[in-house]
């Protein structure tokens, strides 16, 4: 439908406005399940449905507004005390609330359907007509608003045995779940819609403009000294002058770089806020009782890194809850308490931000992880049996891995675990597994927190310079090229008892001189977990600040090469990627090397 | 009077004028569409990135960004040369993605009408492909082979410039 240009700026306030309700409501609907008795709580709930009943009524949306009608009715005789909360009631109208998200999508990607809305409005009814005792049991529980945005047909296999089953009811709730199960898949596409606008602090945004207001005072000193120079020959007060401004300028443009980049960063919340209602369903899908303890939901991190970290985040909690949690009664069985722990929480460290998911679970098995990477021919029983625990655990991350039996429609398709580490790399982060067999995992993921800006290690490599990034650079040694050694064909140095591999960047980097001929060499060691290589270079520049520049989307795979940087003087420095050459399998023989 | 207003309109088209910035390249002179060039600067220096096919130069730095800088002479497999006060660097816009593309010289902008196109014959050079080559002009009793860029580099060739030696 055209709109004009007012509707359509009512349109979009509508749209923005109402997405921010909901997700309160949805927020709030959860905390509500566990403290019942919040009236206030309620009544916010109350009045958000309102406001989207009266805004949708207002730009005459009819099937919003049916929906949200009967749903502000029972929260007003919730509120009212007239009908009392319990589980099939919040049910109900979470359901109802999906459905809601779902028609403002419609509406949002201009695209009204006639949804099927019975369903829900029924139980909306029934709700209202009966005491809650009566509250008709059966098709209250068979609507499990999954939010797995694959088919949920296999859901349909598992009914509660409470049920009776009812052929017609049966289809709708078919129905009622694929629609829900779209709903909840159009929300995360509205999600990944929404990267292109920001919500910014105005404070934020006031800083941002006194810095430039700053600036534009030192430019306007920067001409007023250009002419003053051209008309006169005094070079060492030009020079002063000239330093002063330098100085200043510098200082303006590192405020400006940070607050810029503070702009861009998003509270981690926004990703965990998901995750409540995820774990509510999952767990009772699952049958498993799970408490969520969220610390952290404050830190922040650049938004593009959020963007990418909520579906990973998803699998591993999925995961967890899947996996590693057991059934009430094995954990009884176990002397665990009865209702399982996860722990989603965020810190900032240093320049990253570590995300980390615990489970008090049943931890992973060395045993039957090796035993499947065996029985897949990922791995020999000769490196199975050099290998540490940790480098066991990660095996998980290797494509088509799983050791679940059974493929549910969760987890264990093997697909989820590898796909997670890329992501995290393409974040340039790193993923840890901790685990203790009985007592449950940690799954560590650290992030930097901007990717744009990164401290590095200028190097020269017969002439041409390259950057490492600092933050894989354990140390920078000055060697004699006659203290490298051969160990099963390849260059190593000896450093404290333990034979470094070495990589020749001119070699790698075919870069044309006669560094075999040099007395001394550095080698920078670079190292990502517990792998180390020594990249050999034949001069250190210093430390600097450099900005990452794409290389484009044609040069983006040059192995080795991470990007590009615009040095001081103009010239394009690349960036080398030392995950990329750990990687490489150079580092295979660290282990074998074993003492000297 | 309809009639009238067709053939008007076929000439019409046929005289649609299209302007090409030619350059040469070694003895052989091209032209490519004015619309897809950006800008056209002199040689600066360019970092060589490793792992790369051999007509990839490496890249430069364009007013804050980098962007790849291929050599027409070694797509093209003629014999390598100096590079002199006359050559260019013609930055191109592929499917958004900046490219510049080096070249011996570049001289002029010329208007054509489409008519003047004739379709490439058989065997025109060696070593262009024939794809990339959408036809021949005759221009002042020169011979302008007429480049489309765009379909020089394959969709897989482009996404897998970065060869592994």
Known sequence: ?596 | MNTAAATSNSVEMKEERIQLVSFKIGNEEHGINVLKVREIIRMSNITRVPNTAGYIEGVINLRGKVIPIISLRMKFNLPEAENDSRTRIIVMDMDNELMGFIVDSVAEVIRIALSEIQPPPPIVTGGIDQECISGVINHDDRLLVLLNLEKMFSLEERQTFADII
């Open chain 1, 1 to 596: 439908m055209s709109l004009n240009c007012e509707d359509q700026e009512l349109l979009e306030g509508f749209l923005t406005e109402t997405t921010e309700l909901l997700e309160k409501v949805d927020d709030d609907l959860l905390i509500l399940e566990k403290t019942p008795g919040d009236m206030e709580l309620l009544n916010r709930i109350f009045r958000s449905v309102h406001t989207v009943k009266g805004a949708a009524s207002f730009l005459e949306f009819e099937l919003l507004v049916k929906v949200t009608h009967k749903s502000e009715d029972v929260l007003n005789r919730l509120r009212k005390g007239e009908l009392a909360f319990d589980n099939k009631i919040m049910d109900v109208i979470l359901e109802a609330i999906d459905l809601v998200k779902l028609l403002v999508d419609d509406i949002k990607k201009d695209n009204i359907v006639e949804r099927p809305l019975d369903g829900t409005l029924a139980r909306l009814e029934s709700v209202l007509a009966d005491k809650h005792e009566e509250s008709p049991a059966p098709i209250a529980e068979q609507t499990p608003d999954t939010q797995i945005p694959s088919s949920s047909e296999s859901e349909n296999e598992a009914p509660s045995p409470t049920e009776t089953p009812d052929a017609k009811i049966e289809i709708q709730q078919k129905v009622e779940q694929e629609s829900v199960a779209a709903g909840q898949q159009s929300s995360a596409n509205k999600d990944a819609q929404d990267k292109s606008t920001l919500r910014v602090d105005v404070k934020r945004v006031d800083d941002l403009m006194n810095q430039v207001g700053e600036l534009v005072l030192e430019r306007n000193r920067m001409s007023h000294l250009n002419n003053d120079c051209l008309g006169r020959t005094n070079i060492d007060a030009f020079a002063d002058e000239f330093g002063k401004l330098v100085k200043r300028i510098s200082f303006i443009t590192s405020e400006l770089q940070m607050q810029v980049l503070k702009m861009r960063l998003v509270p981690v919340g926004t990703v965990f806020r998901k995750f409540p209602r995820i774990v509510r369903n999952l767990a009772r899908d699952l049958g498993k009782q799970v408490d969520l303890k969220i610390f952290g939901e404050e830190t922040e991190l650049d938004r593009s890194v959020v963007d990418e970290i909520g579906d990973p985040l998803i699998h591993l909690v999925r995961n967890a809850l899947d996996h590693a949690l057991e059934s009430a009664e094995d954990r009884l069985a176990a002397g665990k308490p009865r209702v399982g722990c996860i722990t989603l929480s965020a810190k900032h460290e240093g320049n990253n931000i570590i995300i980390s998911i615990k489970d008090d679970g049943r931890g992973l098995d060395p045993e039957k992880i090796s035993a499947k990477a065996l029985e897949k021919g990922v791995v020999t029983a000769e490196q199975l049996a050099q290998m540490s625990q940790k480098e066991i655990f990660d095996l998980i991350f290797l494509p088509g891995f799983s050791t679940k039996e059974k493929v549910s429609d969760l987890s264990g398709r093997g697909v989820g675990m590898d796909v997670v580490k890329t992501n995290v790399r393409k974040l340039n982060g790193i993923i840890d597994i901790k685990s203790e067999m009985g007592t449950g995992s940690e799954i560590i993921l650290r992030l930097p927190l901007t990717l744009a800006i990164i401290q590095s290690l200028m190097v020269e490599i017969e002439g041409e310079t390259y950057s490492i990034p600092l933050s894989a650079v354990i140390e920078t040694l000055r060697v004699r090229q006659d203290e490298f050694c051969s160990v099963g064909g390849r260059e190593v140095l000896r450093l404290r008892k333990t034979a470094l591999p070495l990589m020749r960047l001119q070699q790698r980097f075919d870069i044309r001189g006669a560094e075999s001929d040099r007395e001394f060499l550095y080698v920078v060691v670079v190292g990502i977990a517990e792998k180390r290589l020594g990249l050999v270079v034949t001069r250190l520049l210093g430390q600097q600040e450099v900005a990452i520049k794409s290389l484009g989307n044609y040069l983006a795979d040059v192995p080795g090469i991470a990007g590009s940087t615009i040095l001081g003087d103009g010239k394009v420095a690349l960036i080398v990627d030392p995950a990329k050459l750990i990687d490489g399998g150079e580092v295979e023989m660290y282990r074998h090397a074993s003492s000297f």
